[in-house]
């Protein structure tokens, strides 16, 4: 059950608190652990498919350490008054959404797999996310407005691929 993809995973969503305390006071240093923290979604997926570790555990474990970490991020964007909280709501509604359907297909033994859109949004709002965490950073690079271009496109992407969700359960219920 724990092999090391799912202890990596799990690292992920201990690495949060962390994140959360640090970014208001050392911004460049909750940036770091931000994408940290984004490099081991892309590392224990890796390793558990090459390594054919693929457990239950972690096909669950993985998506809810994403949405805590972004959920996370985009909380503290808005308390730093770096985005308007009603951008950080329909974010995080739509990802209430989506896991909520996926739950439900589940307990119908209807398998949603996760879409072209879904993973680019993903990428989009990390991107965006560390645009606007470093927008506060040391640099004189203006990383504001394309995180925030970034962010709203992102968001875009997400309603749209949320909605294409919803129409594949329709068709496989």
Not at 154 to 166: D, E, K, L, N, Q
């Amino acid at each position: 059950m724990f092999n090391v993809p799912t202890i990596i995973t799990f690292s992920r969503i201990l690495l949060i608190p962390f994140f959360v305390f640090v970014i208001t006071t050392r911004p460049f240093l909750g940036t770091v652990i931000f994408a940290i923290a984004c490099i081991t979604d892309a590392v224990d997926g890796y390793i558990a498919r090459k390594s054919k570790q693929v457990t239950k555990l972690g096909v669950i474990l993985d998506p809810i350490a994403d949405k805590l970490l972004i959920i996370s991020a985009l909380i503290m964007l808005v308390d730093m008054e770096l985005i308007p909280a009603w951008i950080a709501i329909v974010i995080i509604v739509r990802e209430f959404l989506v896991t909520g359907l996926r739950i439900v297909a589940l307990s119908k033994d209807i398998v949603i797999p996760a879409e072209t859109g879904g993973k680019i949004k993903t990428a989009m709002q990390i991107a965006s996310i560390l645009m606007l965490l470093l927008s506060r950073s040391y640099f004189d690079i203006d990383m504001y407005s394309p995180g925030v271009f970034l962010l709203w496109t992102a968001m875009a992407i997400g309603i749209v691929s949320g909605v294409r969700y919803f129409i594949q359960f329709k068709k496989m219920e």
